[in-house]
């Protein structure tokens, strides 16, 4: 099992890095029961992921698998999904007073499919949406519609730590390893827990790159992230 699964945050208290936001999400919930539309932006690993979820566990407790619905928006941009989405915008929320709707990766919606979204953005009722984007390319009438939540880079003493955790739990005896990957993965904490379970399978302290070289961790995060940005 994948420890960014295995470790993932089941409640509030166990996010990295990201105080600011867990509280304004807090108090939203505890004073509203409710959320607004959420544009969520930061940089991969930071916890976008990991909250959307967890604003859904809360507000809608047992009745989460019923009306929380994600889509990859990355892999699906276009109208069709859009379409798809507003269709599941209409349903009403079973044994809840809200649903949501999970937009992961939406900056790769295109500005027609953004420009469908902007209906049932507006027209609220009893579905919620959470937007997540490594960067903020929406519209502005998306941009409107939404109260944004920036995520910052995670701290490395605030990754160290974390990997501390999943050490001792997972019974490893480690060399300076986690000194080096909390310095090393540029703020994105899921880089580093992969990073951490890899050292841990016995692979040392190099990656083998997509070509099967053997490069240093920093050089290929950074390799990795220069792909993504070209793509």
Known sequence: ????????????????????????????????????????????????????????????????????????????????????????????????????????ESDGLTPQAQNMLRKPLEDRGSTRFILSANNDIFSKPIRSRCVVLEFGKVDSGAIRERLEFIAESEGLALNGEIEDIAGNCDGDLRFAINELQRVASGGGKKMRSLEGDWVDGGDLLESIRNMEIES
């Open 1 to 104: 099992m994948m420890w960014t699964e295995k470790y993932r945050p089941q409640s509030f208290a166990d996010v990295v890095g990201q105080d600011e936001i867990v509280a304004t999400i807090r108090g939203m919930i505890e004073r509203d029961h409710d959320i607004p539309n959420i544009r969520m932006i930061g940089e991969p690993g930071t916890g976008k992921t990991t909250v959307a979820y967890l604003i859904g566990k809360e507000l809608l407790k047992e009745f989460f698998e019923m009306n929380f619905t994600e889509y990859n928006a990355s892999n699906e941009r276009g109208v069709d999904t859009i379409r798809d989405v507003i269709k599941s915008s209409m349903h009403q929320p079973m044994f809840t007073k809200v649903k949501i709707i999970f937009l992961d």
